[in-house]
């Protein structure tokens, strides 16, 4: 296999990993309002995801890096066609890890609310768009001879694409729904697994929607194969939820998520951004790629890192997998720094 399709197959790879697991703490971050009733529920949503979500977003730093440096043209083209929405996408990350970070700093209900809605914004706005953004890049784009985008803001923002970023924050509130309720126990438990059942035949039918409007255009006999089996694991996860059976539903969203982007990638190759204009204009694997030695060290470093990340992850989920309850909450660091020093136990002192 050629050094230009393992990086394209291991770009999909980082992708797909990043969806899988940054998409249910997006989902998570959506569920505020509904499920996050009480601050002590909030409390709970924001430990079930606590210790993951800035490592799940190692998987886009790595996917981006490894775009850049792989196939350079691919990374120039999509910057400065999609320069506006990525920006969105950074902004909306930074403010929804401000989010996390800030809203336990001070002991305010207004305070608390207003970070609360910068999480809930951060979780919709980016999967949003990154669903119109993925739609247009298999669909394709104006890309001239020079390999420049030709289009606008607008020419991004077409029906199709519109409702590739409805579809997928609609499946990434599923997939929370479901982790909610496989990392929680008692009402809020109850809560997310009723709810899943209730919305996620619309995920299901607007993801089924999505991929048979792109399967059209674009598909292959293989991404056609895939798009089954993400269906089949989609529907598989609704049914096995209605059975009380969180850890395997869970796994069903996560196959979907993954054999979907795994999809997309398939109508895509060996195309990397096909060009709406004119098909001979498309960056290819080939056409679009760094040279041969740059992508054989690329290689190896591949090699030695990422099991590294692999077993990092891994470790991190294994030690945090136990369920969360609001009993488990214990009080606000600034509530028990206000809290009467005779509260206290020997060893608290103010600002601990």
């Excluded at 039918?205 to 399967?215: E, K």
């Excluded at 998520?257 to 109508?267: E, P, Q, R, T």
């Excluded at 290689?299 to 990340?309: M, R």
Aim: charged share 15%.
């Amino acid at each position: 296999m050629e050094l230009t399709t393992v990086w394209f197959v291991l770009i999909a790879v980082l992708w797909t990993g990043y969806f899988c697991l940054e998409g249910f703490d997006f989902g998570v971050g959506m569920l505020f309002p509904v499920l996050g009733t009480t601050e002590k529920r909030r409390r709970v949503l924001l430990n079930t995801i606590g210790p993951v979500w800035d490592g799940n977003e190692v998987w886009l730093i790595t996917a981006g890096g490894a775009t850049f440096a792989a196939f350079p043209h691919w990374y120039a083209t999509m910057f400065s066609g999609f320069y506006l929405p990525l920006l969105l996408i950074l902004v909306a990350l930074i403010v929804r890890a401000l989010g996390f970070e800030y809203r336990h700093k001070r002991n305010d209900d207004t305070w608390r609310q207003r970070w609360d809605w910068m999480i809930i914004a951060g979780s919709v706005v980016v999967p949003f768009i990154w669903g119109v953004t993925f739609t247009n890049i298999v669909r394709g784009i104006p890309i001239n001879a020079d390999r420049e985008f030709t289009g606008s803001v607008l020419t991004l923002l077409n029906p199709a694409a519109l409702f590739g970023g409805l579809a997928l924050v609609a499946v990434c509130l599923l997939h929370g729904l479901l982790f909610v309720a496989l990392k929680t126990d008692g009402e809020i438990r109850s809560d997310a697994r009723t709810l899943a059942g209730r919305i996620g035949w619309v995920a299901v039918a607007a993801a089924a929607v999505l991929l048979v409007v792109l399967g059209l255009d674009s598909g292959s006999v293989a991404s056609w194969i895939m798009t089954a089996l993400a269906a089949v694991a989609l529907v598989a996860a609704l049914l096995l939820n209605a059975r009380d059976r969180e850890g395997l539903a869970f796994t069903g969203t996560f196959l979907a998520i993954g054999l979907a982007v795994a999809s997309l990638f398939v109508m895509l190759f060996p195309d990397v951004m096909p060009s709406s204009t004119n098909a001979a204009w498309s960056l290819t694997v080939d056409n679009a790629a760094s040279s041969h030695k740059t992508l054989g060290i690329m290689t190896w470093v591949g090699v030695l890192f990422l099991p590294i990340v692999l077993l990092y992850q891994g470790f991190t989920y294994w030690t945090f997998r136990k369920r969360i309850t609001t009993e488990h909450i214990p009080p606000a660091h600034d509530e028990r720094d206000w809290a009467p020093r005779r509260d206290r136990s020997p060893s608290e002192g103010a600002g601990v």
